[in-house]
């Protein structure tokens, strides 16, 4: 199994301030998911972050609004750049090794 | 257009009765079907896949391809299979690897 661990677990920001989110996994994956669960929806897929190259995101989200590193296999940061409160939401870091596993999430609260 | 589908925010049963939490797929290839479970204050957590066709903690579930189903199904429910269950879809020829589209979840609650 892959262990994940994101830094923060939860943290309240200021509207027009920006949070990066890190994500850390014990084993060497290919591929890592940004998910976003907003309250009382399903989990929607942000971006997949490539080692080595840009970040792949999905329809409705933007580099500019969620820039994401991935320096090596281990370790990705996803901020949210230019909060408002339509950001609070569960941001959760995934990999696939052998199965799809989920981070504990980091719960963002933008007043 | 909603491509997983769970009709019921909340089911609610008493211990020992059976439950059968649904999910309908928009899918039009050969999807892979997954069911995860989030137990309270914990991480969200693979609980079964259509592929294995095994029983996990008493569930099964099975793919229905007529009727674009996958609904998870235990005999009898016990007060410790409360929690979140969420559908998950990945697309057997999606460019993302990996790539879960899931369902807007529900909740089970087992009653004493």
């Known amino acids: 199994s892959a262990v994940i661990s994101q830094k923060p677990s939860r943290d309240i920001c200021q509207r027009g301030t920006s949070l990066t989110i890190q994500c850390q996994v014990d084993?060497?994956?290919?591929?890592m998911f940004w998910y976003r669960q907003q309250p009382g929806q399903s989990l929607t897929l942000i971006a997949t972050?490539?080692?080595?190259?840009?970040?792949?995101?999905e329809s409705g989200f933007v580099i500019d609004k969620f820039p994401i590193s991935r320096p090596n296999l281990t370790f990705s940061t996803l901020t949210v750049s230019n909060m408002s409160p339509e950001d609070s939401s569960i941001y959760l870091c995934?990999?696939?090794?052998?199965?799809?596993?989920f981070g504990p999430g980091t719960r963002l609260t933008v007043l | 257009a909603q491509r997983v589908t769970q009709p019921e925010k909340l089911l609610s049963v008493f211990k020992g009765a059976p439950v059968e939490l649904k999910c309908n797929y928009s899918?039009?290839?050969?999807?892979?079907l997954f069911w995860y479970v989030q137990y309270s204050r914990q991480r969200l957590q693979l609980l079964l896949r259509?592929?294995s066709r095994e029983s996990i903690k008493g569930f099964t579930a099975d793919l229905n391809k007529g009727e674009t189903s996958f609904h998870l199904k235990k005999p009898f429910a016990q007060e410790e299979d409360s929690a979140m269950y969420y559908c998950?879809?990945?697309?057997?020829?999606?460019?993302?690897?990996?790539?879960?589209?899931f369902g807007k979840g529900t909740k089970l609650s087992v009653k004493p």
């Open positions: 972050a490539n080692q080595g190259s840009e970040a792949t995101y």
């Open positions: 995934s990999v696939v090794y052998n199965e799809q596993f």
């Open positions: 998950a879809l990945r697309e057997s020829d999606g460019g993302s690897q990996g790539n879960l589209i």
């Open positions: 259509h592929i």
């Open positions: 899918y039009s290839g050969s999807p892979e």
């Open positions: 084993s060497q994956v290919t591929m």
